[in-house]
C-alpha cells in the first residue's frame, strides 16, 4: 500500500479556525436533531423548528418566567429524540411507521378511537379480506399494552440520549411525559392535568397547532384548540392560543425557521468543541443507528475504522478528526426512510431503493443549516458515491482528491458486510475483505483506500497472540451477553430461546435479568446501552 497523503478541500472553517478546532452552539446541534425529527415522522424540515417558535410565542403571552422559556426551548426541539428507539416496534405492526406517524401526527391523541380507526387501517391494509377480523381482534385486545410499551420504550431512550447531552433536570423530566394528555389518557403512566409538567403542555399544544396549521389552515387550528381544550390540551393555554394564535402564524410565515430560533436559543450560549463536540456527535450516531435493530453502532464502528485508514494513508490530524465526525453523522438521513424497507427481509424494489438514495441527500440538507456541520458535509453526504461514478446521490466520481469520503465509502462497505442483515447474515471478514478488492479492482473503489481500511481491519496482520479477555460491562455474564446482543436485533424471546436452544421461560428469565442489571426496561433502551458499552458493535 502506497502512502498516499490526503488532500483536504474544507481544511479550514468560515471562521478561519482548524477543522479540529471549530465550536458548535449547542442550539445548532439540538436544532439539527429537530429536522431528523420532523424526517422521522414525514414532515417538511423545520417543522418542529415552527413549533418551537409557537411554543415561545405561547411562553411570552402567558408571562412564563426565564426558567420555563428556557426548558419549553429544549422540549419542543427534542420532544421526539427518542424516536428512532421504537421505530422497529412500530413497523413490525404497521409497516410503514413514518406514514402512520404521519398520517395520526394530527389526529386529537385524547380521543383514543380517533388514532384507532387509523390504526386498524395501516394493520389491515395488506391483509385478506379473512384475516381483517382477527387483526381487529389483536389489536383491540393487545393495543392498550402495546402502546404502553411502544411509548415508554421512546422516552426512556429519550432521557438516555438527553442525558448524555447534559441538558437540565427539567428538561428531562418534562420529556417523559412526551405522550401523556391532559385528560389521562395518554401514555405511558396516564398522567392528567397539571400532573404533566408546564413545559410539556405547552408543547403538546404548539406541536398539534403548527401541523394542523400548515397541513389544513391557521382557522383550523384554532378551531382545534377550542376543540380540545380540557382534553387533550391544558385549558388555559389553549384558550390563550385560540385569542392570539392568528397573529402568531401571521408572524410565523414571515420568518425564517432556522434563524429564528437560533436567535432565541437562551444565554449564554453553550458551545461544543473538542472532545465536548464529540462526545455529542456520538450520541447523534446513537440516536441514528437505534433506527433498525440491524444498524447498532454501525456509525461507531465507521467511524473507528474510516479514521484508523486515514492514518495509514497519511491524513493530518485535522482531517482525521474531520473524517471521523462526518462518520458518526453520515446516516443521518436514514430517518426518512422506513423500516419496512431498512429491515425488510428481501431485496428491495426499484421504488424502495429510490427511497433508500435519499439518504445522503437528506444528511447533507440537514448538516449545510449549521456552519460548523456544513464542514462535515463533503465526506457526511458522499459515503456513498464510488470512483466510477456507480454511486449515489450526486453519481460522482470519486478520486484522490477525496481521499476522506473514499475511506467513508469504503469502511462503510466494510462494515455492513460484516454486519447482519435483514436480507442475509453478516459476511466473515475475509470474505467482506475480498469483496472489497474485487470492487477496487473493477473500478469502484480506490485502490490504496481499500488496502488501508482492510489494513486498518487487521487483514494481512497476525492477530495478538496473548490477547486479554475483555471484562464484560454491567456485570454480565457470557451468556446474558448473547442474550442483550440478541435482544437488541429485535429477536423476540420465543427467537431468542431458539437460537440459544433454550426454553422461553429461560430466556425471559435471561432478559428481565439483563434489563435489571443495566437499569432499563425496553429493547431500544437496552440496544442503546449494548452500544454505549460496546457489547454490539
Same mark, same amino acid.
Given at each position: 500500500?502506497?502512502g498516499?497523503?490526503?488532500?483536504?478541500?474544507?481544511?479550514?472553517?468560515?471562521?478561519?479556525?482548524?477543522?479540529?478546532?471549530?465550536?458548535?452552539?449547542?442550539?445548532?446541534?439540538?436544532?439539527?436533531?429537530?429536522?431528523?425529527?420532523d424526517?422521522?415522522?414525514?414532515?417538511?424540515?423545520?417543522?418542529?423548528?415552527?413549533?418551537?417558535l409557537?411554543?415561545t410565542?405561547?411562553?411570552?403571552?402567558?408571562?412564563f418566567?426565564?426558567?420555563?422559556?428556557?426548558?419549553?426551548?429544549?422540549?419542543?426541539?427534542?420532544?421526539?429524540?427518542?424516536?428512532?428507539?421504537?421505530?422497529?416496534?412500530?413497523a413490525?405492526?404497521?409497516?410503514?411507521?413514518?406514514?402512520?406517524?404521519?398520517?395520526?401526527?394530527?389526529?386529537?391523541?385524547?380521543?383514543?378511537?380517533?388514532?384507532?380507526?387509523?390504526?386498524v387501517?395501516?394493520?389491515?391494509?395488506?391483509a385478506?379480506?379473512?384475516?381483517?377480523?382477527?387483526?381487529?381482534?389483536?389489536?383491540q385486545?393487545?393495543?392498550?399494552?402495546?402502546?404502553?410499551?411502544?411509548?415508554?420504550?421512546?422516552?426512556?431512550?429519550?432521557?438516555?440520549?438527553?442525558?448524555?447531552?447534559?441538558?437540565?433536570?427539567?428538561?428531562?423530566?418534562?420529556?417523559?411525559?412526551?405522550?401523556?394528555?391532559?385528560?389521562?389518557?395518554?401514555?405511558?403512566?396516564?398522567?392528567?392535568?397539571?400532573?404533566?409538567?408546564?413545559?410539556?403542555?405547552?408543547?403538546?399544544?404548539?406541536?398539534?397547532?403548527?401541523?394542523?396549521?400548515?397541513?389544513?389552515?391557521?382557522?383550523?387550528?384554532?378551531?382545534?384548540?377550542?376543540?380540545?381544550?380540557?382534553?387533550?390540551?391544558?385549558?388555559?393555554?389553549? =384558550? +390563550?392560543?385560540?385569542?392570539?394564535? $392568528? &397573529?402568531?402564524?401571521? /408572524?410565523? !410565515?414571515? @420568518?425564517?425557521?432556522?434563524? *429564528? #430560533? %437560533?436567535?432565541?436559543?437562551?444565554?449564554?450560549?453553550?458551545?461544543?468543541?473538542?472532545?465536548?463536540?464529540?462526545?455529542?456527535?456520538?450520541?447523534?450516531?446513537?440516536?441514528? =443507528? +437505534?433506527?433498525?435493530?440491524?444498524? $447498532? &453502532?454501525?456509525?461507531? /464502528?465507521? !467511524?473507528? @475504522?474510516?479514521?484508523?485508514? *486515514? #492514518? %495509514?494513508?497519511?491524513?493530518t490530524?485535522?482531517?482525521?478528526?474531520?473524517?471521523?465526525?462526518?462518520?458518526?453523522?453520515?446516516?443521518?438521513?436514514?430517518?426518512?426512510?422506513?423500516?419496512?424497507?431498512?429491515?425488510?427481509? $428481501?431485496?428491495?424494489?426499484r421504488?424502495?431503493?429510490?427511497r433508500?438514495?435519499?439518504?445522503?441527500? %437528506?444528511?447533507?440538507?440537514?448538516?449545510?443549516?449549521?456552519?460548523?456541520?456544513?464542514?462535515?458535509?463533503?465526506?457526511?453526504?458522499?459515503h456513498?458515491?464510488?470512483?466510477?461514478?456507480?454511486?449515489?446521490?450526486?453519481?460522482?466520481?470519486?478520486?484522490?482528491?477525496?481521499?476522506?469520503?473514499?475511506?467513508?465509502a469504503?469502511?462503510?462497505?466494510?462494515?455492513?458486510?460484516?454486519?447482519?442483515?435483514?436480507?442475509?447474515?453478516?459476511?466473515?471478514?475475509?470474505?467482506?475483505?475480498?469483496?472489497?478488492?474485487?470492487l477496487?479492482?473493477?473500478?469502484?473503489?480506490?485502490?490504496?483506500?481499500?488496502?488501508?481500511?482492510?489494513a486498518?481491519a487487521?487483514?494481512?496482520?497476525?492477530?495478538?497472540?496473548?490477547?486479554?479477555?475483555?471484562?464484560?460491562?454491567?456485570?454480565?455474564?457470557?451468556?446474558?451477553?448473547?442474550?442483550l446482543?440478541?435482544?437488541?436485533?429485535?429477536?423476540?424471546?420465543?427467537?431468542?430461546?431458539?437460537?440459544?436452544?433454550?426454553s422461553?421461560?429461560?430466556?425471559?428469565?435471561?432478559?428481565?435479568?439483563?434489563?435489571?442489571?443495566?437499569?432499563?426496561?425496553?429493547?431500544?433502551?437496552?440496544?442503546?446501552?449494548?452500544?454505549?458499552?460496546?457489547?454490539?458493535?
Amino acid at each position: 500500500m502506497t502512502g498516499v497523503a490526503c488532500t483536504s478541500r474544507h481544511r479550514r472553517t468560515s471562521g478561519g479556525l482548524p477543522i479540529s478546532g471549530p465550536s458548535l452552539r449547542l442550539g445548532e446541534f439540538v436544532a439539527t436533531f429537530a429536522l431528523a425529527q420532523d424526517n422521522a415522522f414525514g414532515q417538511p424540515l423545520e417543522s418542529q423548528l415552527r413549533s418551537c417558535l409557537l411554543a415561545t410565542a405561547i411562553c411570552e403571552e402567558a408571562g412564563f418566567d426565564r426558567a420555563s422559556r428556557e426548558t419549553v426551548y429544549w422540549v419542543a426541539l427534542l420532544r421526539y429524540i427518542g424516536c428512532t428507539g421504537h421505530a422497529h416496534e412500530v413497523a413490525t405492526v404497521f409497516g410503514d411507521e413514518i406514514a402512520i406517524r404521519a398520517q395520526t401526527l394530527v389526529h386529537d391523541a385524547a380521543d383514543p378511537a380517533e388514532v384507532m380507526r387509523d390504526v386498524v387501517t395501516f394493520a389491515t391494509a395488506s391483509a385478506a379480506p379473512d384475516e381483517r377480523d382477527q387483526i381487529v381482534r389483536s389489536l383491540q385486545e393487545g393495543a392498550h399494552e402495546w402502546a404502553v410499551h411502544n411509548f415508554a420504550s421512546g422516552c426512556e431512550v429519550g432521557d438516555m440520549l438527553v442525558q448524555r447531552l447534559g441538558l437540565d433536570v427539567d428538561v428531562r423530566h418534562a420529556l417523559a411525559f412526551t405522550f401523556e394528555r391532559w385528560n389521562g389518557k395518554g401514555y405511558p403512566a396516564g398522567a392528567s392535568g397539571e400532573e404533566i409538567p408546564l413545559a410539556m403542555r405547552v408543547v403538546h399544544l404548539s406541536h398539534d397547532m403548527e401541523a394542523i396549521g400548515r397541513l389544513f389552515s391557521p382557522e383550523h387550528a384554532l378551531d382545534a384548540a377550542r376543540d380540545r381544550r380540557g382534553r387533550t390540551y391544558d385549558p388555559e393555554l389553549a =384558550d +390563550l392560543f385560540a385569542a392570539n394564535g $392568528g &397573529g402568531w402564524f401571521e /408572524r410565523l !410565515a414571515k @420568518l425564517d425557521p432556522w434563524d *429564528a #430560533v %437560533l436567535e432565541l436559543e437562551p444565554e449564554p450560549h453553550r458551545t461544543l468543541a473538542g472532545a465536548e463536540l464529540d462526545d455529542a456527535l456520538v450520541v447523534a450516531a446513537d440516536f441514528i =443507528d +437505534l433506527k433498525s435493530p440491524y444498524m $447498532g &453502532g454501525h456509525s461507531r /464502528r465507521c !467511524a473507528q @475504522l474510516a479514521g484508523d485508514a *486515514a #492514518v %495509514l494513508l497519511g491524513c493530518t490530524p485535522d482531517e482525521i478528526t474531520a473524517l471521523r465526525r462526518a462518520a458518526l453523522l453520515h446516516e443521518f438521513g436514514t430517518t426518512a426512510v422506513p423500516n419496512s424497507i431498512w429491515d425488510k427481509p $428481501g431485496p428491495l424494489t426499484r421504488s424502495e431503493f429510490d427511497r433508500v438514495e435519499l439518504h445522503p441527500m %437528506l444528511t447533507e440538507q440537514m448538516l449545510r443549516r449549521s456552519p460548523a456541520l456544513a464542514e462535515l458535509n463533503a465526506v457526511a453526504a458522499s459515503h456513498h458515491e464510488k470512483a466510477d461514478g456507480s454511486g449515489y446521490h450526486k453519481r460522482l466520481r470519486t478520486h484522490g482528491a477525496d481521499r476522506e469520503a473514499c475511506a467513508l465509502a469504503a469502511a462503510d462497505i466494510y462494515v455492513g458486510l460484516t454486519t447482519e442483515r435483514a436480507d442475509r447474515p453478516a459476511f466473515s471478514g475475509d470474505a467482506a475483505a475480498t469483496e472489497l478488492r474485487r470492487l477496487a479492482s473493477d473500478g469502484v473503489l480506490d485502490h490504496d483506500v481499500v488496502d488501508a481500511v482492510l489494513a486498518a481491519a487487521g487483514h494481512g496482520k497476525p492477530a495478538a497472540a496473548t490477547a486479554r479477555r475483555p471484562t464484560l460491562p454491567g456485570g454480565l455474564t457470557g451468556r446474558e451477553v448473547e442474550v442483550l446482543r440478541l435482544a437488541a436485533r429485535g429477536l423476540t424471546t420465543r427467537a431468542i430461546a431458539d437460537h440459544l436452544y433454550i426454553s422461553p421461560k429461560t430466556a425471559d428469565h435471561h432478559i428481565q435479568h439483563v434489563y435489571a442489571k443495566i437499569g432499563v426496561s425496553t429493547r431500544a433502551a437496552a440496544a442503546l446501552w449494548a452500544v454505549q458499552h460496546e457489547v454490539v458493535s
